[in-house]
Every structure is written in C-alpha cells, then in structure tokens.
C-alpha cells in the first residue's frame, strides 16, 4: 500500500504486516523536488504518478529502478 503523506511532502509504502511505513520518495524543499502532491496513481508497469499542485506538474516515479521523471520528456 501507498501512502501519500502532504503534509510530510512524502510517499510511504507499508506491506503486510508492518505498521511503520518506508519512506520511497521525499518530496521536500530541501531535497530540491519541493512535492505539494494532491493525488497519486500507478498504472500497471510499476510505475507511480504523482500530481504535483505547485509546480503545474506530474512526477513519474519507476518503483522497480527508483528513478525520477519530471515533465512530458522522461528516458526509459
């Protein structure tokens, strides 16, 4: 399960089982993203879309290699 955490400007996942969710990425100012997230979906590839309020945008997350793309151009 994924937790979209605003107000953290973080996404946790929690698996079966655990209470203590793994932070997978940090949307905050000082990590040079700066995430205001309003809402998040994943389509069937494992990859993690996030909707970026402030910066007008949608981050694509790649949860099986951990990258990062931000716009309408992303490699892979």
């Known amino acids: 399960m994924f937790i979209l955490d605003a107000g953290n400007q973080r ?3 929690f698996t079966p089982g655990n209470n203590v969710g ?3 990425f ?3 100012y000082n990590s040079g993203f700066g995430l205001n997230a309003q809402s998040m979906g994943m ?3 494992g990859n ?3 909707a ?3 910066s007008m945008r ?3 997350i790649n949860l099986v290699s951990s990258s990062l793309c931000t716009g309408m151009l992303c490699d892979g």
């Open 22 to 24: 793994i932070t997978i």
């Open 26 to 28: 940090d949307g905050s």
């Open 52 to 54: 970026d309020f402030n």
């Open 48 to 50: 993690l879309y996030v």
């Open 58 to 60: 949608i981050q694509k």
């Open 11 to 13: 996404i946790q996942q």
């Open 43 to 45: 389509d069937s590839f």
